[in-house]
């Protein structure tokens, strides 16, 4: 069976480090991947996704960057977060063929 | 165009109550369009999808109505629980789009109140 591994599960980050989340996909080959944004009452943003190794399309300019380093592994990046940057991350993953997503747990960001 | 209208943004239900929570969309070109039930700190999982050639599909006690003329569709969950307690996201997308990118939208936070 498939499953999505996404960590960590909470980070608190000073404003201008670095950010690095990484999120894996088990059991499937070659699936689209997404990250998406989730703040308080504002519903699920898209922020990256992709078709394949390599290949990122970004829906909002921003602060942040994607990679696809691996068939199934996906990272999202920021050189230096910004206090906006705080939210609720969450990666998934879907078949090319099948519109359904399945997400990981997320992680939760807070830029102090 | 693109857009998702999603509402209430809350809504208290008591036990065995019916909740009803509705989205409206503009696109015509949408051809599918899930709920997505969320539980706080978790990621959404899917609940029910429908396409837009019936107006209804019933998963026990969650059922989708839609109606295509209206571009509309809605959740209904009988015989509310305390455990369906969550976030509930209504998203479209269609068949050959932007890889199957949905469109959600912004969430109704549900209460069943014991």
């Known amino acids: 069976s498939q499953t999505i591994h996404q960590w960590p599960a909470t980070l608190v980050q000073p404003v201008g480090s670095p950010l690095s989340l990484e999120c894996t996909v088990e059991?499937?080959?070659?699936?689209?991947l997404y990250w998406y944004r989730q703040a308080a009452g504002r519903g699920l943003q898209l922020l990256f996704y992709?078709?394949?190794?390599?290949?990122i399309s970004s829906e909002v300019p921003q602060n942040l960057s994607a990679s696809r380093p691996q068939d199934r592994q996906f990272i999202l990046s920021s050189k230096k977060l910004l206090l906006s940057d705080s939210g609720f991350y969450l990666c998934?993953?879907?078949?090319?063929?099948?519109?359904?997503?399945?997400f990981g747990a997320g992680t939760r960001l807070s830029v102090l | 165009q693109q857009q998702v209208k999603q509402s209430p943004q809350s809504l208290i239900v008591q036990k065995g109550g019916i909740s009803i929570i509705n989205c409206a969309y503009e696109?015509?070109?949408?051809?599918?369009f899930p709920w997505y039930q969320q539980f706080p700190g978790k990621g959404p999982a899917l609940l029910i999808a429908i396409r837009p050639d019936v107006s209804e599909k019933k998963e026990g006690r969650f059922t989708i109505s839609f109606n295509k003329s209206a571009k509309q569709f809605s959740l209904h969950i009988m015989d509310s629980q305390p455990g369906d307690s969550a976030t509930y996201f209504c998203a479209a997308t269609y068949y050959g789009g932007s890889q199957g990118n949905l469109i959600f939208g912004k969430g109704t936070k549900l209460s069943v109140k014991p």
């Open positions: 998934a993953w879907s078949l090319s063929v099948n519109l359904i997503q399945y």
């Open positions: 059991g499937t080959s070659n699936p689209n």
């Open positions: 696109n015509t070109a949408f051809d599918y």
């Open positions: 992709s078709v394949g190794i390599g290949q």
